[in-house]
């Protein structure tokens, strides 16, 4: 059950390593958003549902634990646990409606639901509006490990990482994954061999939000902000386009397009392109999808078993 | 007691007008919306990024060259549909055999790039656009001030909208329409030429949108993203009507324009979410949409 492969070890080494040799904050960055794009992915790359409305679950994770921690004092454990689930519920809410539809409807139900959401945050009195909650302090991790220090957040968000890690890859590879990639292939088929298929893609939807929970909740402590783009429209659209860039339907692809998309935005928000930004997202959508289906990761493994099988 | 109701009547019938205006866009572009689904089988993303281009080109017509609004109502829809029909035919139609989602991804993609064209040169604080001298005023009614240009937004709409549905439903343009919807294989044995028909079915869609646009900006501000918030609603527009029926898109749209006036009357707070918790409301009882048939 427990079997690591060789790239899950190259995975874990790189990531122990990498806050000596990159900013820590931005490996962190990377983290939570490859967290958030891998959540994402297991349900557009295993089950072929597009979700345009993750943001509510980034969102609503981050904006929950913000609270939590700031106006209750809560510890940092049990506000990104009150965070992930807060957003799996929502998830659970939001996903018994929308698989009822499929498709392009899908994509349209989810980012209507998500705009609901985004309307709450602005008007709720708690989030602080357009300006966001700020100043959300770390706090102690289980009462002594002190995340003020970027080392200790960092491997924090590590270890986060490498659960959500395992635990999409654990799901993939288990036979309710193997239901969810018979939906993908052929639903009609899933149907007539006994499954229920929608909840079947209700669970999954589930998963899947909580998991984008848990990375907002994370990035919240990070940051130690919460804001109001973290839920807007446009971080859906950056979801997809960090899996869609990575490879799709990859385990690590989401991982590299994140990091690749974070990496782009840092470089350009630094210099005179920053303008460019939207134009640039737009560009690399156009291509990946006329060219460059398979993403990153896709690519690469072609490549592999073309040259190397 | 009695100014109370008059105050009261005044304010009904204002958020009713206003209401009965967005109507009048969420109707415009999701019979645009409807209308490209039905051949293409796809929905364009890219609806509200042109609709805020239709704005943006009257603007610019209107600076730079001097051309009026009159003209600008038949230029622009025309340039925009010229816009999308290169769009289909050269990036669209490449991947009209993958999977749907894709298209969608690109025309999401198209947008930001729109959007982010127009950030940049424009910024995104907004230009105005003078109502044209033959529409400024408006007429006292009993009940209400109706200001010309408003009502002149409600007619042009509505006149196109009727317009868009008899020839669909009622001519053999249409029909080869609907016939392409139904079978496109068929219809292309039949010697038509359906992707020709599918590329003018697509330009038209998306002249509705520049139309849409040429409309809004003397009333809207013209910026970059007033397309984009106002696609979403749209989006759970056809959600809730469907996209089965020409006719349904256009009637849901201008009831939940009217719907939302009537929110932002009784509950402002709840106006910019009702339209959402109604499609919440429709996929609990009827998930297909009021007008859809039953996949």
Known sequence: MFKISKSTLILVALGLIAPYFLYPVFVMKVLCFGLFAMAFNLLLGYVGLLSFGHAAFLGTGGYVTGYLVMETGLSPELGILCGTIAAGLLGALYGKL??????????MVTLALAQLAFFFYLQAPFTGGENGMQGIPRGELFGFIDLSDSLNMYYTVL???????????????????????????NEPRAVSLGYNVNDYKWVAFIISASLAGLAGSTKTLVFQL??????HWHMSGEVVLMTLLGGMGTLLGPLVGAASVVTIQNYLSGGELGNYIHIIMG?????????????????????MRKNFS | MASLFDINVFGLFGQLLIGLINGSFYALLSLGLAIIFGLLKIINFAQGALYMLGAFMAWMVLQYFGINYWAALFIVPLAVGLIGVIM????????SNEDHLYSLLLTFGIALILQGVFTHIFGSSGLSYKIPAELKGGFKLPFMYLPTYRAWIIVVSLLVCGLTWYMIEKTKLGAYLRAGTENPKLMQAFGINVPLIVTLTFGFGVGLAGLGGVLAAPIYSVSPYMGADLLIVVF?????????????????GLAM???EGLTKYFYPEASTTIIFVVMVIVLLLKP????????
């Open chain 2, 88 to 95: 289909e035919r050269f990036l669209l139609r490449r991947i």
């Open chain 1, 283 to 303: 560009l690399i959508f156009v291509v990946c999808v006329l060219a460059f289906r398979s993403g990153i990761v896709g690519e690469f493994q072609k490549f």
């Open chain 1, 226 to 231: 919460a804001s109001l783009s973290d839920a």
């Open chain 2, 288 to 295: 297909s949409g009021l007008f859809g048939k039953e996949a």
């Open chain 2, 257 to 259: 324009g009217i719907l």
């Open chain 2, 236 to 252: 759970a527009i056809v959600v809730i009507g469907g996209m089965g029926s020409i006719g349904g898109a256009i009637l849901t």
């Open chain 1, 159 to 185: 270890v986060i990482f490498l659960f959500g890690f395992w635990l999409i890859n654990r799901t993939i590879h288990s036979p309710f994954g193997q239901i969810l990639k018979a939906i993908r292939e």
């Open chain 1, 98 to 107: 929308a698989v009822k539809r499929e498709g392009i409807y899908f994509a």
